[in-house]
């Protein structure tokens, strides 16, 4: 069997059969998933995938983990509380006079 060049084979795969060049292969009996693109080696550099960092807010609309103390969070959360209590304390006349 031969693993080809710039191939990727994934952790605890079995390798039965030969992987071709440049493809990401992985299972138990290891299966060719895809090949490695133009774009994944423009990603990769010195083997370490550089990822854009999320930021909170992005990471709270993808509905991921978010750290609930980032600075503009706590702002947006305190003008909704604000507006909610004033909204709250406007009685229906005054509502109607404005």
Same mark, same amino acid.
Request: charged share 40%; hydrophobic share 30%; glycine share 10%.
């Given at each position: 069997m031969t693993i080809g060049n710039n191939a990727?084979?994934?952790?605890?795969?079995?390798? /039965?059969? =030969?992987v071709p060049d440049g493809v990401v292969a992985a299972g138990n009996p290891c299966e060719v998933i895809r090949r490695i693109t133009d774009e994944?080696? *423009? /990603?990769?550099?010195?083997?370490?995938? @550089? @990822?854009?960092? &999320?930021? *909170? @807010? *992005?990471? &709270?609309?993808?509905? *991921?983990?978010? =750290?609930?103390? =980032?600075p503009w969070l706590v702002s947006q959360r305190n003008i909704a509380r604000d507006v909610s209590e004033q909204y709250n304390r406007t009685s229906e006349n005054d509502a109607n006079n404005i």
């Open positions: 990727v084979i994934g952790a605890g795969s079995v390798v /039965n059969r =030969d994944d080696r *423009e /990603n990769t550099k010195f083997g370490i995938v @550089r @990822r854009r960092i &999320m930021t *909170e @807010r *992005e990471k &709270m609309l993808n509905g *991921e983990w978010y =750290d609930t103390s =980032d």
